[in-house]
Structures are given as structure tokens and as C-alpha cells.
């Protein structure tokens, strides 16, 4: 089972905002609306941000936002703030052989 | 509020076996699917296997096929990872985790340490 790929990095400023791509094939981003997102900061465990490509659970500011576009998702972190300062992973569902996939994961910096 | 609350993990040798237990509070245990996913020091998020509600369907990753079995007792709310035949690579931080393939709650993982 192949992970998702992510750039193993990503940065911004405060205030600014920040794209973290996802691209897997059509066995998995492609081919279900089932793209989830986690944040996580060191030695926490992760925290749902983004489920189904993109809706966002109670609680998370409506700064993170979602998308998918063919085989890649996308996750937008608008407005910047230090706490976004995080690993993000995103995963997939991927059928009954490889039920679920992640990405490597992207470290944000807040600069 | 939702707690998962893992247990069980240490140190093995390899070859040797280990069973983590995740205690559920907070929630309908029965009516959601469960996970179990784990993440090897400084490395990505991994998930390991997936049992349906009931306890009907259960799915692994390639690498823990034929060793590990995930199991839930549902009277007991709590969920089950019986770890055979472990090897180094198994070593990680073992998350229980609530859902299908999105996870919106997750435990604060226990360590199992392969090593001679």
C-alpha cells in the first residue's frame, strides 16, 4: 500500500495563507469523496480538521478549508496563526484492499 | 465527552507478542466503526485495521496480515489489538481511533517497543 504523497514541508507569515497538496490515484483521492486531514503538534495525537475532501468538524475555525481537484486534495490554512505551527496529514479512503491511506505528512511553519 | 483511553503496550521481543486494550467512554460504543492506527518514532501516521460496528468485518494493512488481530467487546466498550509474531518495524505509538476512514476522536496512543 502506497502512501499519499505531501511535500514534507510548507510555510507563512502571520495573516497569510498556506496550500498543503495530497495526491494520491484514482483508487483513492480519485475515486472517493473520502479525504481527511489531521493536525497534529509534537507529542499530541492527531486532530480531525478536514473530513469527507471538505467538511469541517465542530469546533475547527473555518480558516482550514478543503478540496479536491481529480487525484489530488488540497488543504488551505487561511489567516495564519503561530498555533497552526503543525505536522498535517492527509488520508483516503481506498477500497476494501487498502482501506485507508496517509500521506506522509506536511510540517507547517508559522514564520 | 468522547475518551479513548489506550493501554497495554511495552517493551517485546521480537517474535513476541502483546495485546493493546482501548477503553471508550462518552459515546455509543456499538454504533461506530473502530481503529486502530500507529505512527513509528518521527515517522507519518500509519493505519493498522478496522472493525465494522459488530464486529463482522474487520480489515489490515499488508504488513500486520496473518499477525495481528483487532477484536471489541461491545458489553465491555472496549477494543482490542492482539500483536503476534512482532517484529522491529512494529515498533510505534498505537492509536485507537473512532471512525470509518475519517477518525474524529483518537486516544493519547500507547508505545510498543520492539527490541532485543
Known amino acids: 500500500q502506497s502512501a499519499l504523497t505531501q511535500p514534507p514541508s510548507a510555510s507563512g507569515s502571520p495573516g497569510q495563507s498556506v496550500t498543503i497538496s495530497c495526491t494520491g490515484t484514482s483508487s483513492d483521492v480519485g475515486g472517493y469523496n473520502y479525504v481527511s486531514w489531521y493536525q497534529q503538534h509534537p507529542g499530541k495525537a492527531p486532530k480531525l480538521m478536514i473530513y469527507e475532501v471538505s467538511k469541517r468538524p465542530s469546533g475547527v475555525p473555518d480558516r482550514f478549508s478543503g478540496s479536491k481537484s481529480g487525484n489530488t486534495a488540497s488543504l488551505t490554512v487561511s489567516g495564519l496563526q503561530a498555533e497552526d505551527e503543525a505536522d498535517y496529514y492527509c488520508?483516503?479512503?481506498?477500497?476494501?484492499?487498502?482501506?485507508?491511506?496517509f500521506g506522509g505528512g506536511t510540517k507547517l511553519t508559522v514564520l | 465527552e468522547v475518551q479513548l483511553v489506550e493501554s497495554g503496550g511495552g517493551l517485546v521481543q521480537p517474535g513476541g507478542s502483546l495485546r493493546l486494550s482501548c477503553a471508550a467512554s462518552g459515546f455509543t460504543f456499538s454504533s461506530y466503526w473502530m481503529s486502530w492506527v500507529r505512527q513509528a518514532p518521527g515517522k507519518g501516521l500509519e493505519w493498522v485495521a478496522n472493525i465494522k460496528q459488530d464486529g463482522s468485518e474487520k480489515y489490515y494493512v499488508d504488513s500486520v496480515k496473518g499477525r495481528f488481530t483487532i477484536s471489541r467487546d461491545n458489553a465491555k466498550n472496549s477494543l482490542y489489538l492482539q500483536m503476534n509474531t512482532l517484529r522491529a518495524e512494529d515498533t510505534a505509538v498505537y492509536y485507537c481511533?473512532?471512525?470509518?476512514?475519517?477518525?474524529?476522536?483518537w486516544g493519547q496512543g500507547t508505545l510498543v517497543t520492539v527490541s532485543s
Open positions: 481511533a473512532r471512525g470509518y476512514s475519517g477518525y474524529d476522536n
Open positions: 488520508s483516503s479512503y481506498g477500497g476494501s484492499n487498502n482501506f485507508v491511506v
